[in-house]
């Protein structure tokens, strides 16, 4: 990698930012105008942004630690040890002029093994999968194949990587066809299997597994991939005593048409051209609590999002922990599956 990657200017927005820490997996950018260090934006100053309700298509100013530490040419011998002192995992080197000449990092931080976690994983499969049709209608949507493997692999082995060996799938629709094809598998992954007698939705399911967990557990829907760190996320959700922990990705869409904004008495008071809009959306990955699943009622059909939204009104710390769009893969439709397959084609 370059210099270069690890460089934003000030005019560009949170978001930019966020793509740019995103490419170049170091966790970290540099504010530079006219080549000169403003200061620093890591991947945690943009979620804890976020999470303040903050505006993406701010300025990354918004954001940004002008007390970033540095050091110049003469004092580079000092990286190690400064990083070392103040516990971070790179450091600018600068010249006279505060330009950056060079990025020290402590590879030992930055590529520091994954989190072993022992977390159970529930895997929701039991729909019909309707929007993919007509595939679903011969093959169930767990083992629609993503490149040379399920998409259900996909999602085991990334939590196995993270040290995760007890898994359950909540099944329905075609299975059969699913638990043979695990139970013949060539590398059998060790799975539970939990069947509904009937349709109950992405909550209802849930409320079979009560007892079942004594503490933390994943839960992931069958048709996602979600590429971040499993341990951060684990982290962040114990730190904030929250009954469930929703991964949201950040969003951005284009209006194709121009809008008008005006008064009450139709008084225009402004015009844009094709505007951008940026939100946060649900990726369907969760951490819970086993206390969220008496908040769901036994043999009902239901949203987890309607559970979810019960205990936000009775007042339970329900988190969001945001991450960059592009670390998302959803293959929910047609047009998304090919996506899907296309991305993890230029990653392997």
């Known amino acids: ?193 939990i069947e509904e007698t009937e349709f109950l939705g992405t909550g209802g399911g849930l409320r079979l597994l009560e007892g079942r967990y004594p503490s933390t557990f994943f839960m992931s829907n069958c048709d996602i991939l979600i590429t971040e760190d499993y341990g951060a996320i684990l982290k962040f959700h114990q730190e904030q005593n929250n009954i469930i922990t929703m991964v949201c990705a950040s969003k951005r869409l284009q209006i194709p048409y121009g809008t008008v904004e005006f008064t009450d008495t139709g008084k225009v008071l402004q015009l844009k051209e094709k505007p951008e809009i940026s939100f946060m959306t649900n990726t369907g990955l969760y951490v819970l609590e086993p206390e969220f699943l008496k908040e769901i009622p036994e043999n009902t059909f239901i949203h987890i999002t309607d559970v979810i939204q019960k205990c936000i009104d009775k007042g339970k710390n329900v988190g969001v922990y945001p991450i960059p769009e592009e670390n998302w893969l959803d293959m929910g439709q047609m047009d998304e599956l090919k996506k899907m397959k296309e991305s993890l084609e230029n990653r392997l």
């Open 1 to 193: 990698m370059e210099i270069k990657d690890f460089l934003v200017a000030p005019e560009c927005s949170v978001l930019e930012a966020m793509r740019q820490i995103n490419r170049n997996t170091k966790g970290i950018v540099y504010v530079c105008k006219q080549e000169k260090l403003i200061g620093t934006v890591t991947d945690g100053d943009i979620r804890r942004y976020i999470l303040k309700n903050g505006d993406l298509r701010d300025s990354v100013t918004k954001v940004v630690n002008m007390d970033a530490k540095v050091l110049y040419e003469s004092e580079k011998c000092l990286a190690k040890e400064q990083m070392k002192r103040y516990k971070i995992s790179s450091i600018p080197i600068l010249d006279k002029y505060k330009r950056i000449k060079e990025i020290c990092f402590a590879e030992e931080c930055v590529r520091q093994k994954k989190s072993v976690l022992k977390v159970p994983v529930v895997i929701m499969a039991g729909g019909k999968g309707t929007r993919l049709y007509p595939y679903t209608q011969i093959l169930p949507k767990p083992l629609i194949p993503i490149g040379d493997k399920t998409i259900t692999e996909h999602i085991i082995e990334r939590f196995m990587d993270y040290g995760c060996s007890q898994f359950d799938m909540i099944v329905n629709y075609k299975k059969n066809f699913i638990k043979s094809y695990f139970l013949d598998n060539e590398n059998p992954i060790n799975i539970n299997f």
